[in-house]
């Protein structure tokens, strides 16, 4: 009898949910809440540990890793300045075209504290809210590329977001070298993203990179995804493409968060 | 008491699974910490205990996750019920047993929670059978793991404590 009721109960949550639009669900609020302060302090904790692990027990053979890490960043200075060239030729460029790029978009940096509470989804906490600006289906990007938007509203002082990994995560986004647009979409056994709705008659190839076209509303125009995997003919009239992703998703540890107020650092898409 | 110490299996095993376990997960191992507290302790405290400690954690964990609030819920109680019941009839007191039964309850909760998004959703499974196996097997171990370790606590207790008597007869205290 008891049991019958727990499930009863558990049917009318669940059809409540889905059978109404999405707002703020006080339960998920109120734990969300409440749980986010624990999962701050517990990575406050582990962090701590690691920061002293990584700062004074792991320093051996640091020496030989500096030395090459200053050879890199040498030719990296070298790229870096190759690039400066060819970014203001863009621009006196664009100039001529009477086309400019003013998009430039307010970012708050942010702590992943947490990750999915289950192995089914792919979500983080992280430790920035309402307070600081972020705002539900606020775009997270990192150096590396997309992450993810915000799910749902975040609380004043942590925000759940989706990784663009997860199953029902997806953005649109366009192949850099032949401006092909399409929609990629997670696939969380393999991690890996599909682009979807890509005509078969259109080019694209393995190593093509795949940047966000912006058309959603949520992800900033020329923000990069990753780089075309796989190709194969589908079986309609699109190809069916995987897209292995920049961003290392398990190992996420800081991030960005676009937000509307213009009070923060700032950076552009796709700008120096 | 034993409430207090069941709500505090869950809370340490919520914050283990949001803070721990994605790192773990990134190296392929998907454990659901809860579903192991959940089956541990409903072979503890029989079907009633299973049952409400399966929907606190499936909610909980629901709510702290990006799906719907309540199919964790929902595959929780009714492997939370069904766990109780298996354990007020068989004797799952071995560690070895206890992992062969987080391991099933394993995969009977993959089933419902994936089911159960089936029907809500027409966008695919929410994974594939093969994660479901190797969850299910990590789950197994690592509930057998911690079996062995609450089985061989008191023991250890006992013998430290045996100990220090015998040290302090020895050398006075």
Not at chain 1, 28 to 37: A, D, K, N, P, R
Not at chain 1, 161 to 178: F, H, K, M, W, Y
Not at chain 2, 64 to 91: E, H, M, P, R, W
Request: proline share 2%; net charge neutral; charged share 20%.
């Amino acid at each position: 009898m008891l049991l019958l009721a727990v499930v009863l109960g558990h049917i009318v949550l669940i059809s409540l949910q889905v059978n109404t639009p999405s707002g703020v669900r006080v339960f998920e609020g109120v734990t969300f809440g409440l749980f986010s302060e624990v999962q701050r302090g517990v990575a406050r904790a582990t962090g701590g540990v690691t920061h002293l692990w990584d700062g004074y027990v792991g320093l051996v053979s640091v020496e030989a890793e500096n030395t090459e890490l200053r050879r890199d960043v040498a030719q990296l200075q070298l790229r870096l300045q190759q690039e400066r060239a060819i970014a203001q030729r863009v621009r006196s460029l664009e100039d001529l075209l009477e086309f400019r790029s003013d998009v430039v978009y307010s970012t708050v940096s942010a702590r992943v504290i947490a990750g999915d509470a289950t192995p089914y989804f792919r979500t983080v906490t992280i430790d920035r809210g309402t307070r600081d600006g972020v705002r539900r289906d606020s775009a997270v990007v990192s150096p590396e590329g997309v992450v993810g938007r915000v799910l749902s509203d975040p609380g004043p002082r942590a925000a759940k977001v989706q990784l663009l990994v997860d199953r029902s995560a997806a953005a649109g986004v366009l192949i850099e070298r032949t401006r092909v647009a399409g929609t990629v979409k997670g696939d969380v056994a393999e991690g890996l993203l599909r682009m979807e709705y890509v005509s078969n008659l259109d080019d694209v190839r393995v190593g093509d990179r795949v940047v966000t076209s912006g058309v959603d509303g949520i992800y900033p125009k020329g923000f990069e995804v990753g780089e075309v995997d796989e190709v194969e003919r589908g079986s309609g009239l699109y190809w069916a493409i995987r897209v292995r992703p920049n961003v290392a998703f398990s190992d996420l540890e800081d991030v960005l968060v676009v937000v509307p107020d213009a009070t923060a650092s700032t950076t552009a898409a796709g700008g120096e | 008491m034993k409430t207090a110490w069941v709500g505090l299996t869950l809370a340490l095993a919520l914050v283990l699974q949001t803070t721990v376990v994605p790192g773990l997960a990134g190296a392929g191992v998907p454990v659901d910490l809860v579903l192991v507290a959940v089956v541990l302790v409903a072979i503890s405290s029989g079907s009633v205990g299973g049952l409400w400690v399966g929907t606190v954690g499936g909610l909980l964990q629901d709510a702290l996750s990006g799906g719907v609030i309540g199919v964790g819920g929902l595959a929780k109680t009714l492997v939370g019920y069904a766990v109780g019941a298996f354990a007020v009839q068989f004797n799952v007191s071995r560690s070895w047993h206890q992992a062969l039964v987080v391991l099933f309850a394993s995969l009977v909760h993959a089933g419902c929670f994936v089911g159960l998004y089936s029907l809500l959703s027409d966008d695919g499974t929410i994974t594939s059978y093969g994660g479901g196996v190797t969850q299910a097997v990590a789950n197994a171990v690592v509930g057998g793991g911690v079996a062995m370790a609450l089985g061989a606590a008191p023991a250890a207790l006992t013998r430290r404590r045996l100990r220090r008597r015998r040290l302090t007869r020895r050398f006075g205290g």
